[in-house]
């Protein structure tokens, strides 16, 4: 594409706002990625003033030991976990993050501006180093900047995340600040979009919702009765106190109350710890039926669309050529204020 075409294309002025978010292909989505991310994520595209783009990290898989058929099978599965959680192709565009190499080519160049000693403090990097001592390569160190790319190169401002994902986008705003004062590029700084879910806490009474973590999560492909069977095994108190509980698995039912039942809900089951007590056994159980009546719609659309995989191929096709008109003219305007075209 000839440069200066590319650039008077489009002015950024004229640039709409836009929003960029991604979940890595690692497996079944859980509560936590449905209530910090993908509702999020079906907010914005709603909402008619936001452009969005919603992909699949399927690169960022790479960056820790992974199965190879495992993740072929994934990426896609999470694009139809988005046409199943509600996501529109026509509003947005859903796309795999590997068919559109143009994010690689500029996380180069961002890395240009990174700085090792940052990437090695941050708290998502320390705790991989733990999980994986024996990985501890140059892509696992450079998924922040990647994660800045993806970003970037959409110019977009809201990212809907869970909290867990604030570091990298406090490295992606310092990565556009470096770049427009160094290249005078003009990346707006992306702001993280809050969902009332951004921390869903852990079965097990300790730490967040993870697919890492078994014993911590429900699925959103989840039966009624695996629910229920999840929910038993969270460990609780005697339902009686000076002060609700605010750690253990005792808050994290609390926390599910909250959002799968409503802020009342849950102020009637405080009220009651501090007074004649909780029943547990009666409060999972409605509980367990509130999370199924949320999941419930989604596993019936994921039916249908697994009975039509030539429509998901569609999907990911058009999404992959439509996100690429975008990040190609990105990367030429970048190239050419690195001196590179
Ligand atoms: P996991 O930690 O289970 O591997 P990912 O890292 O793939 O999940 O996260 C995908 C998205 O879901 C991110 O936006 C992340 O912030 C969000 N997310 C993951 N776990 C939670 C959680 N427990 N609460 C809220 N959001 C979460
Ligand atoms: N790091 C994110 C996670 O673990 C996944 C991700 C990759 C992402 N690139 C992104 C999220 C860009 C938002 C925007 O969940």
């Known amino acids: 594409m000839n440069t200066s075409s590319a650039l008077s294309a489009a002015p950024s002025s004229a640039v709409p706002h836009r929003v960029l978010s991604g979940i890595r292909a690692t497996g079944r989505l859980h509560l936590g990625n449905y209530l910090g991310a993908l ?19 399927d690169v960022h898989t790479v960056t820790t030991p992974y199965d190879v058929e495992e993740l072929r099978h994934n990426r896609r599965e999470i694009i139809i976990d988005y046409l199943a959680a509600g996501l ?14 143009e994010h690689l080519e500029l996380a180069f160049y961002l890395a240009s501006v990174s700085s090792v000693a940052r990437m090695q403090h941050l708290p998502t990097f320390k705790d991989k180093v733990k999980q994986h001592p024996q990985h ?13 790319a993806d970003i970037l190169i ?54 967040k919702m993870s697919k890492s973590v078994e014993g911590s999560y429900i699925n959103l492909t989840d039966t009624l009765a695996e629910i229920e069977e999840k929910l038993k095994r969270v460990p609780s108190d005697s339902g009686r106190g000076e002060r609700p509980p605010e750690t253990g698995g005792a808050a994290t039912l609390l926390k599910l109350v909250e959002l799968f039942q ?15 007590g909780i029943r547990y056994a009666q409060l999972k159980s409605d509980l367990a039926e509130a999370v199924y009546q949320q999941v419930r719609p989604i596993q019936q659309r994921r039916a249908q669309l ?13 999404g992959a050529a439509k996100a690429r008109q975008v990040a190609s003219q990105t990367l030429e305007e970048v190239k050419y204020k690195l001196g590179l075209g």
């Open 262 to 276: 409503g802020q009342e809900a849950r102020q009637a089951y405080e009220a009651a710890y501090t007074g004649e």
């Open 306 to 318: 697994e009975a039509a995989p030539a429509s998901v191929d569609q999907v990911i096709e058009a």
């Open 39 to 57: 509702k999020g994520m079906i907010e914005l595209e709603r909402r008619p003033e936001y452009q969005t783009f919603y992909m699949v990290a």
């Open 88 to 101: 529109d192709p026509e509003q947005s565009t859903l796309f795999i993050q590997s068919m559109v190499p």
């Open 136 to 148: 501890v390569t140059l892509a696992l160190l450079n998924y922040p900047v990647l994660m800045a």
């Open 154 to 207: 959409y110019k977009a401002t809201q990212v809907p995340v869970g909290i867990d994902q604030q570091p990298h986008l406090e490295v992606a705003r310092e990565i556009a600040r470096k770049m427009n004062q160094q290249y005078g590029t003009d990346f707006p700084e992306p702001q993280r979009f809050v969902t009332p879910g951004e921390y869903v806490p852990s079965l097990k009474g300790e730490g």
